[in-house]
């Protein structure tokens, strides 16, 4: 069983809708959890980043954590165009090597106008 | 902009070839890392180093081989690799190695090995 599991996709969705990316883990020691989105040819860039159990709002964004069910989410709102990527998320522990992240595989998200 | 440059973009090379990949952090981190990542599989954590020392060798062949000579820049020296090898070499940067420290990438190197 992979540590984190991230459903590839592709995703497709209608301009304006309401998209939600998902993530489960089996790692209890996991601490902080982020979604990184990842345009074509480009490397990830952190969107979002929580650390306790609960919702966390940044404009169309939402980043949910469900410790008790090891189940993360991303929610975009309004979703647009721009918003097409790769969104890959991502968990941290502290080992003795330092901070260590455990990545999904990532979800293809396509906005289609 | 991330702060973060990496060269060459793209890269070919024979599996006889020695090449070396570079990145570079305009961010004043104290942290790097190399990250592989193939299509289909999630990013895979090849070294970290803090403070130019190594702390993390996530089982990566002798192939490979990291140097960072100060806080600013790393190198991937690449050598006899295999086509398996193939993928997107990715440079991140953090301020520290603590969990809450975010990590910022490059935009990776396409690396084709024939």
């Known amino acids: 069983q992979k540590e984190v599991e991230q459903d590839p996709g592709p995703l497709s969705v209608p301009e304006g809708a309401i998209v939600s990316l998902n993530c489960t883990y089996s790692?209890?020691?996991?601490?902080?959890f982020m979604w990184y989105r990842q345009y074509s040819r480009k490397g990830p860039e952190l969107l979002m980043y929580t650390y306790s159990s609960g919702n966390k709002e940044d404009g169309r964004f939402t980043a949910q954590v469900d410790k008790s069910s090891k189940y993360i989410s991303l929610f975009i709102r309004d979703s647009q165009p721009s918003d097409s990527a790769t969104y890959l998320c991502?968990?941290?522990?502290?080992?003795?090597?330092?901070?260590?992240?455990?990545f999904g595989t990532g979800t293809q998200l396509k906005v289609e106008l | 902009e991330t702060g973060v440059t990496q060269t060459p973009r793209h890269l070919v090379m024979g599996m006889t070839n020695k090449k070396s990949l570079k990145c570079e952090q305009h961010l004043g981190h104290n942290a790097m890392y190399w990250y592989k990542q193939s299509a289909k599989k999630p990013l895979e954590l090849m070294f970290v180093y803090s403070l130019e020392e190594r702390v993390e060798n996530n089982s990566v062949p002798s192939r490979f081989s990291p140097e960072c000579p100060n806080s600013s820049h790393l190198f991937l020296h690449l050598h006899t690799l295999q086509p398996e090898d193939s993928a997107l070499y990715l440079c991140?940067?953090?301020?520290?190695?603590?969990?809450?420290?975010?990590?910022?990438f490059g935009p990776g190197t396409r690396l084709t090995v024939l």
């Open positions: 790692n209890s020691a996991f601490q902080y």
């Open positions: 991502a968990m941290s522990e502290l080992t003795g090597g330092g901070n260590k992240l455990t």
């Open positions: 991140a940067s953090s301020r520290r190695i603590g969990p809450s420290d975010t990590q910022y």
